[in-house]
Nanobody, 124 residues
Framework: QVQLVESGGGLVQAGGSLRLTCAASGRTFISYNMGWFRQAPGKEREFVAYINWRVGNTYYTDSVKGRFTISRDNAKNTVNLQMSSLKPEDTAVYYC?????????????????WGQGTQVTVSS
């Protein structure tokens, strides 16, 4: 069983950068596709980014394209989300998640493993 733990959140000014890391335990991590989601107060959890374990394909929600980069290091069992040019509307709790599905990557219900989340706050 894989367990996920996020870190790297914090308070940053608009225009700044943060790097989130998701550390996974378990030898089966390499076979999971990984996603980042976020949830702001009063809003539904939304897809942010995804990376395929086999070929490394990445996908992003439109609002973060060009600003966020997802990457993974299978040797270290980590998935990272590099966030730049942050905006106040990026403020949310960020979650990493793992899925065995290769499609439907933007749908939270397709992910069966979740971390506890890390808070990102962007001040204006």
């Amino acid at each position: 069983q894989v367990q996920l733990v996020e870190s790297g959140g914090g308070l940053v000014q608009a225009g700044g950068s943060l790097r989130l890391t998701c550390a996974a335990s378990g030898r089966t991590f390499i076979s999971y596709n990984m996603g980042w989601f976020r949830q702001a107060p009063g809003k539904e959890r939304e897809f942010v980014a995804y990376i395929n374990w086999r070929v490394g394909n990445t996908y992003y929600t439109d609002s973060v394209k060009g600003r966020f980069t997802i990457s993974r290091d299978n040797a270290k069992n980590t998935v990272n989300l590099q966030m730049s040019s942050l905006k106040p509307e990026d403020t949310a709790v960020y979650y990493c998640a793992a899925t065995g599905y290769g499609s439907g990557y933007s749908i939270p219900g397709n992910y069966n493993l979740w971390g506890q989340g890390t808070q990102v706050t962007v001040s204006s």
